[in-house]
């Protein structure tokens, strides 16, 4: 989902400092290529070759111009300048393969997941000057791991899923954040808020309820 269907996520990307926000904002519009790219596959063997072509394509920046794909080229532009190489990316990837390479999500497939799709945050700590306390682990894995639950089919993959995310994302929210951090630390906060819903409720995004707790770390780091 972009800024512009996003309100929160546009404002949350408001609060990483401004040489960081383009290179956060280049990581969260990979992380929704390969989500879309998860959505639009229906046979196994296809979408590896698709994430196959991404994690070549990643590592490849290191080397090479970037092809004329937009999220590529963001991410050359944003992320490499920052000393954030292509292939420090490639487990982001990983995490999403995991989808499809299992037949059913338990919890070593979750726990995969999770540690490769929230890896993103690491990268992002390090494109923002994230403080040195900053739970960017477990923020990732939690926010990776909320997500999924709130998009998956089966409740019962979805409630392992949220067993998963609560502690990490407990552990993530119950820390200062540094100033540098609080993008993240935001992301981490709405995470939570998700995962307290019910099991396919639509999140009310926006709600004034949610934007002043998510302005209220802003403020404090908590």
């Known amino acids: ?19 960081g926000r383009a290179a956060l904002a280049a990581l969260l519009a990979l992380d929704d290529a390969l989500a879309a790219l998860l959505r639009s596959t229906t046979q196994p063997a296809v979408g590896q070759l698709r994430l196959a072509w991404w ?8 080397t090479q111009p970037p092809p004329a794909e937009q999220v ?5 532009a944003n992320l490499l300048p920052l000393g954030i190489s292509g292939a420090s990316l490639v487990p982001i990837v990983h995490g999403w393969e995991v989808l ?22 690491e990268a992002a700590g390090r ?11 477990e923020a990732g894995r939690g926010w990776a791991l909320a997500d999924l639950a709130h998009n998956l089919d089966t409740a ?8 998963l995310a609560a502690p990490l994302l407990e552990a ?21 808020l998700d ?4 099991h396919g409720a639509p999140a009310p995004v926006g709600a004034p309820r949610r934007v002043m707790r998510l302005f209220w770390h802003r403020i404090t780091g908590r």
Do not use: C
């Not at 590529?72 to 050359?76: C, I, M, P, S």
């Open 55 to 62: 994690r070549e394509a990643l590592a490849r920046l290191d």
């Open 156 to 163: 019962e993959e979805a409630a392992g899923a949220r067993a």
């Open 195 to 198: 995962l307290a819903l019910e």
């Open 1 to 19: 989902m972009t800024e512009e269907q996003d309100p929160e996520r546009a404002l949350i990307l408001v609060y990483a400092p401004a040489e």
């Open 72 to 76: 590529l080229q963001g991410l050359a």
């Open 100 to 121: 499809i390479e299992e037949d059913a999500l338990g919890e070593d497939a979750l726990r995969r997941f999770g540690e490769g799709r929230g890896s993103l945050f």
């Open 172 to 192: 993530a929210t119950s820390r200062k954040w540094s100033r540098n951090g609080r993008a993240l630390g935001a992301l981490a906060h709405r995470a939570r």
């Open 127 to 137: 494109t923002l000057g994230a403080g040195p306390g900053d739970p960017l682990v």
